[in-house]
């Protein structure tokens, strides 16, 4: 999966993912803010070895699956693609438009908006099926919920999907329109 957005939603969500055994490829347009993420995400998991919550092979393993992007471009083969960005919806649709030119028309796109219309993000997209809201809590490690929005034109199965890979990474996923 790749998340867009290396703020304190996206970390977290990146965090989740990793823990969870998924390869997460993190981009963020300010220079070496991935590499940060990556970073702050990795003394978690030291902190959480001291304490004995994680083994250091284990911490290695999560630290193994983080690699940070530079280009949109590098998350051609993602199946998910999570948004974590400014909570503005011009440049949430600008983000979409460009990522449906790159990846797969298998790979679900979706946004961790806590306040914009998912219907009104998608508006502009060629497929919006593939589309939903995927909002984790702050802090994501600890709040075990996600709501999965569906949007007028998403398919049924991308909310299943996202639903499943919730449970995954240890959340309770609870459907919203």
């Known amino acids: ?10 970390r977290g969500i990146a965090q989740i ?15 070496d803010a991935a590499g940060k ?9 030291d902190k959480q070895a001291e304490k004995g919550k994680l083994t250091a092979s284990e ?17 051609a083969g993602c199946d998910l693609v999570v948004e974590a960005i400014v909570e503005k919806l011009d440049t949430k649709q600008g983000l979409f438009k460009q990522l449906e030119g790159i990846v797969s028309p298998n790979c ?12 009104a993000i998608a508006a502009g997209m060629q497929h919006p099926q593939r589309f939903a ?10 709040m075990k919920v996600v709501e999965v929005i569906a949007g007028l034109k998403t398919d049924s199965a991308v909310c299943a ?14 459907q919203a329109a």
């Open 161 to 174: 999907q996202l639903s499943s890979y919730a449970r995954q990474m240890g959340h309770t996923a609870v």
């Open 59 to 75: 911490v290695d393993a999560c630290k193994a699956r983080l690699k940070p992007c530079s280009a949109l471009t590098d998350l």
């Open 17 to 31: 993912a990793a823990q969870a055994g998924s390869q997460v490829l993190l981009f963020d347009t300010q220079p």
């Open 108 to 119: 679900a796109l979706v946004t961790n908006t806590s306040s914009l219309s998912v219907t």
């Open 133 to 142: 809201g995927y909002h984790f809590f702050n802090p994501v490690p600890l």
């Open 1 to 10: 999966i790749s998340i867009v957005g290396t703020g304190a939603m996206g």
């Open 37 to 45: 993420a990556i970073s702050a995400i990795g003394s978690v998991w």
